[in-house]
């Protein structure tokens, strides 16, 4: 069993930056597929980003948002860069033992509580 714990949401202004933690507990992440996904209000759960051996980013997101990870911290970091407005949501990580297609959200097995970004204008 994996627990996911998403933190460094808040409130920034357009063209702001924010950096999303997700920590893991109960296994290593080092081998899971993490994907980040977000939510806005009244809008389907869309995908953001995710990283194994290789990096995937949403097209709404390419060039302002990066994942990285440290393995000895058990954590998966999302940089966003120059925020939007439209980026306002709740961001979830999740963790998948086998995902292939990395913007299915059923394809993870654990998924974190969520944390709030708004971005202001």
């Known amino acids: 069993q994996v627990q996911l714990v998403e933190s460094g949401g808040g409130l920034v202004q357009a063209g702001g930056s924010l950096r999303l933690s997700c920590a893991a507990s109960?296994?290593?992440?080092?081998?899971?597929?993490v994907g980040w996904f977000r939510q806005a209000p009244g809008k389907e759960r869309e995908f953001v980003a995710a990283i194994r051996r290789s990096v995937y980013f949403a097209d709404s997101v390419k060039g302002r948002f990066t994942i990285s990870r440290d393995n000895a911290k058990n954590t998966v970091y999302l940089q966003m860069n120059s925020l939007k407005p439209e980026d306002t949501a709740v961001y979830y990580c999740?963790?998948?033992?086998?995902?292939?297609?990395?913007?299915?959200?059923?394809?993870?097995?654990?998924w974190g509580q969520g944390t709030q970004v708004t971005v202001s204008s």
């Open positions: 109960g296994r290593t992440l080092s081998s899971y597929m």
């Open positions: 999740a963790g998948g033992r086998t995902t292939v297609q990395v913007w299915v959200g059923t394809e993870y097995d654990y």
